[in-house]
């Protein structure tokens, strides 16, 4: 499995950023698909998932509204659009994929992970300026 995050930079608060991740090494289909961030001193979040072979799409309820997932299955890519961020979406951004991996979160919190052995590729850092 591999995974490479692009498309992050500086951008004012309020402004706009598309992530792109491309992927190879495994059959889309298969694997649940998501997008974490690691902001500095804080743990890794989810901020959307998709479980294999499709079917909704979840969000961090946070982060819903600004943030769109979507995914080119002919291209084995996937996008993460980002508007109005703000200074704290100041962080490191990843793609990731587990083999027949699902959408679920643990009790007591709002992000959602995947099941099955996670996959993450290399981030790429967004830094938002106030």
């Known amino acids: 499995v591999q995974l490479q995050a692009s498309g992050g930079g500086l951008v004012q608060a309020g402004g706009s950023l598309r992530l792109s991740c491309a992927a190879s090494g495994f059959t889309f289909d298969n694997y649940g698909l998501a997008w974490f961030r690691q902001a500095p001193g804080k743990e890794r979040e989810g901020i959307s998932c998709i479980g294999h072979f499709g079917g909704n799409t979840f969000y961090t309820n946070y982060l819903e509204g600004r943030f769109k997932f979507s995914r080119d299955d002919a291209e084995k890519k996937l996008f993460l659009q980002m508007n109005n961020l703000q200074p704290e979406d100041t962080a490191v951004y990843y793609c990731?994929?587990?083999?027949?991996?699902?959408?679920?979160?643990?009790?007591?919190?709002?992000?959602?992970?995947?099941?099955?052995?996670?996959?993450y590729g290399q981030g790429t850092l967004v830094t938002v300026s106030s």
């Open positions: 990731a994929a587990a083999e027949r991996g699902t959408c679920f979160r643990y009790n007591g919190r709002w992000d959602y992970t995947l099941t099955g052995q996670i996959s």
